[in-house]
């Protein structure tokens, strides 16, 4: 089975600093992997995605992750944050399941920036 | 703004009431999907409908009944809901190999 797992649920950073939030999946297969972010009441937005190619993406507001198929990983980094960074962080697969594709998300981490 | 349509915004319903949320993409996807968002949970996958055929159906109660008249748009239609089901509901859609699209959501209370 595909699975995804955010190994943090919260991750409190202060203003400037850089954060990485952890994504580990799990698949026989290969897949297309995602991060997405949501801002409260709002729906979730894509921040960046692996489909091929380079193991490195960059996205939208300055994040960026790495794909490492060795450790199943797709961390999500950003070098310095800024207080409208806090929100919610998805990370998610889109693989074959039952022959059909579908997009499976990790449980979320929550980041909250500090002054 | 993602190309995904969702409405109502907000819903606000009785344990009797009959109500329909609705989910509308002109983006050519032909994946369409219902996600369940409730306070700290995580993302619930309701429904998936590729090329208009329902491909998936987690286990949700018949009081949830999606309906996919064509590919460009999903409905959910609810009926004697539970306070429990108040959430955010999310629409999403999706080429066969791509990012999936989101709505806004529609923020559901049952009364």
């Known amino acids: 089975a595909q699975s995804v797992t955010q190994l943090d649920s919260q991750v409190p950073v202060f203003e400037e600093a850089p954060v990485e939030l952890r994504c580990n999946y799990s698949s026989s297969v290969s897949v297309y992997l995602f991060w997405y972010v949501q801002y409260p009441n709002q729906g979730l937005q894509l921040l960046l995605k692996?489909?091929?190619?380079?193991?490195l993406v960059k996205g939208i507001n300055g994040f960026e992750a790495e794909f490492n198929k060795s450790q199943t990983s797709f961390h999500l980094r950003k070098p310095s944050v800024h207080i409208s960074d806090t929100a919610e962080y998805f990370c998610?697969?889109?693989?074959?399941?039952?022959?059909?594709?579908?997009?499976?998300f990790g449980q979320g981490t929550r980041l909250t920036i500090n002054p | 703004e993602t190309g995904v349509t969702q409405t109502p915004r907000h819903l606000v319903m009785g344990m009797t009431n009959k109500k329909s949320l609705k989910c509308e993409q002109h983006l050519g996807h032909n994946a369409m999907y219902w996600y369940k968002q409730s306070a700290k949970k995580p993302l619930e996958l309701m429904f998936v409908y590729n090329f208009k055929e329902q491909t998936e159906n987690n286990s949700v109660p018949s009081r949830f009944s999606p309906e996919c008249p064509n590919s460009s748009h999903l409905f959910l239609h609810l009926h004697t809901l539970q306070p429990e089901d108040s959430a955010l509901y999310l629409c999403?859609?999706?080429?066969?190999?791509?990012?999936?699209?989101f709505g806004q959501g529609t923020r559901l209370t049952v009364v």
């Open positions: 998610a697969l889109l693989g074959p399941i039952q022959g059909a594709q579908k997009l499976v």
């Open positions: 999403a859609s999706s080429q066969e190999v791509g990012e999936a699209f």
């Open positions: 692996y489909l091929s190619g380079s193991t």
